[in-house]
């Protein structure tokens, strides 16, 4: 963390939830050394646990079942790029006479992101559960694509039962085939086919995913539009896309990963620093 606040790493091998002590345990001793505990986990329920036992915030820095902080990243990468979704706005992106500029009481302004339609083809991993909770709320439309195996590769129940809580649900599209999954699609995202835990199923998984990689030929066979980018959380593997794309003019995926580092600063000072930027904004003012 930054403005003169330390950091405490563990690592997997020296933090084991549940092997030596429960995760109730481990929230109370950790958190009565810090201001706050950003945690990356196995399964939802240690994070969940974490919580609740805590003293101070606990930040979901990823589980099995979703990662926000990823989301975070990617929106934050599509809005500094909003300009590459409309062509018909003249102004410089970084114009800050620009009306389409949303500023905050600090002076800084986050470019608007007009309506997308985002396609994901893959595995239903963590970084997808995010999205369909996410997207949707924001007025963008989702659609996915994953091999026909309702049990294996569709989201859990616990996961879309939260979709449909707040109803976004209406603004999905999920199927089968990637190409139907890409059409009309302005950015097209992928992730890993096989998450943690899941190495014995890599030949099964490869084999499911065949046709599923992400390539020029499949966006423009399925009528992606003709200025689609692309994201990944990464790391990536050339299976899920191919070499002309990770590195080609349509990739955001290095801004993307730039963008988790700024993103999570900005968590950390709402609900670790609790800096209070509104107060900061007042004293800029008199200044």
């Excluded at 985002?118 to 949707?136: I, K, Q």
């Excluded at 209406?170 to 992730?191: C, L, Q, R, Y």
């Amino acid at each position: 963390m930054s403005q003169h606040r330390e950091r405490v790493f563990h690592a997997r091998t020296g933090v084991i939830l549940g092997v030596n002590e429960t995760p109730r345990d481990t929230a109370r001793v950790i958190g009565g050394m810090t201001e706050g505990i950003f945690a990356r986990v196995g399964k939802h329920e240690e994070i969940e646990e974490l919580a609740k036992y805590s003293p101070v915030p606990v930040l979901n820095a990823l589980s099995d079942l979703w990662h926000p902080t990823q989301i975070l990243a990617d929106l934050l990468t599509l809005h500094e790029h909003a300009h590459l979704f409309n062509k018909t706005n003249t102004q410089q992106p970084s114009d800050p006479s620009s009306p389409s500029q949303k500023r905050n009481k600090r002076g800084i302004y986050l470019p608007e992101l007009r309506p997308l339609t985002v396609a994901y083809v893959g595995d239903s991993a963590n970084v997808l559960h995010d999205m369909l909770v996410t997207y949707p709320r924001l007025g963008h439309s989702l659609r996915v694509a994953s091999p026909l195996n309702p049990l294996k590769y569709r989201a859990p129940k616990e996961v879309w039962n939260r979709v449909e809580e707040l109803g976004c649900d209406m603004g999905i599209w999920w199927g089968e085939d990637p190409k139907e999954a890409v059409s009309g699609a302005d950015v097209v995202v992928t992730d890993t086919w096989i998450s943690m835990g899941q190495e014995a199923e890599k030949a099964q998984r490869l084999q499911d995913f065949n046709g599923y990689q992400v390539t020029e030929a499949l966006c423009r066979e399925g009528g992606a539009n003709p200025d689609w980018k692309f994201l990944h959380c990464l790391p990536r593997k050339q299976d899920e896309v191919d070499d002309e794309v990770f590195y080609g003019p349509r990739s955001l995926v290095f801004p993307e990963a730039d963008n988790r580092k700024w993103t999570t600063m900005a968590v950390f000072g709402l609900f670790i620093g609790r800096w209070d930027i509104h107060a900061e904004a007042n004293e800029s003012v008199k200044e």
